[in-house]
């Protein structure tokens, strides 16, 4: 059985840096194919993408964040973490970690979906 | 930037059909993914490529795409299928898109 579970503060301040753990069993980040996704959700909001790690330590970003995020792996705690720099209130969202199974390759092409997510963490930005 | 768009809001009663729609400039020459998202929890993936289905998701769902409109059709609809929906693709100039998502609530 494949689980993820998210972690981190609830609260940070405004221009602070946020730092997401997504500790994940059933799967390993090393086998190819397999590669973790970071989805946030404002409050009442749609939900975005925004970064994902592949088998083989490839990273991608969302391009309107990419100056602010950072993704990386430890494939022997199976834990990928999230940091985001720079936060402001318009970043309060529930955020969410999911595994994505490359269908053609690639966890950066046409073919792929999240499944299965996290519970999810909401992270408020206020001072 | 590709935008998914779909209808805020989709009311049916029991036992009836609800189509979601997910429109895109020529969605049908991509993937679509769909997913469940009841109130305070995670969404829930209940099709993938267009149209199939994960295991134990009824088949009361399905999916199609083709064109300008990708649709998630939910026959004999039941209380439980109250949630909001969302489709997604992926883009080569917008990475990966969720649509804007459909509350769809039984009457």
């Known amino acids: 059985q494949v689980t993820l579970r998210e972690s981190g503060p609830a609260l940070v301040k405004p221009t602070q840096t946020l730092t997401l753990t997504c500790t994940f069993s059933?799967?390993?980040?090393?086998?190819?194919?397999?590669?973790v996704s970071w989805i946030r959700q404002p409050p009442g909001k749609a939900l975005e993408w925004l970064a994902l790690?592949?088998?083989?330590?490839?990273?991608y970003y969302r391009a309107s964040l990419k100056t602010r995020l950072n993704i990386s792996r430890d494939t022997s705690k199976n834990q990928v973490v999230l940091t985001m720099t720079n936060m402001d209130p318009a970043d309060t969202a529930t955020y969410y970690c999911?595994?994505?199974?490359?269908?053609?390759?690639?966890?950066?092409?046409?073919?792929?979906?999240?499944?299965?997510w996290g519970q999810g963490t909401l992270v408020t930005v206020s001072s | 930037s590709y935008v998914l768009t779909q209808p805020p809001s989709v009311s049916v009663a029991p036992g009836k059909t609800a189509r979601i729609t997910c429109g895109g400039n020529?969605?049908?020459?991509?993937?679509v993914h769909w997913y469940q998202q009841k109130p305070g929890q995670a969404p829930v993936l209940v099709i993938y490529l267009n149209s199939d289905r994960p295991s134990g998701i009824p088949e009361r769902l399905s999916g199609s795409n083709s064109g300008n409109t990708a649709t998630l059709t939910i026959s004999r609809v039941e209380a439980g299928d109250e949630a909001d929906y969302y489709c997604?693709?992926?883009?080569?100039?917008?990475?990966?898109?969720f649509g804007t998502g459909t509350k769809v609530t039984v009457l």
């Open positions: 999911a595994r994505i199974m490359a269908s053609a390759g690639s966890c950066y092409l046409g073919y792929n979906w999240f499944d299965p």
């Open positions: 997604q693709v992926w883009d080569s100039s917008s990475d990966y898109v």
């Open positions: 059933g799967f390993s980040l090393s086998s190819s194919g397999m590669c």
């Open positions: 790690i592949d088998w083989d330590d490839d990273k």
């Open positions: 020529n969605i049908g020459s991509k993937s």
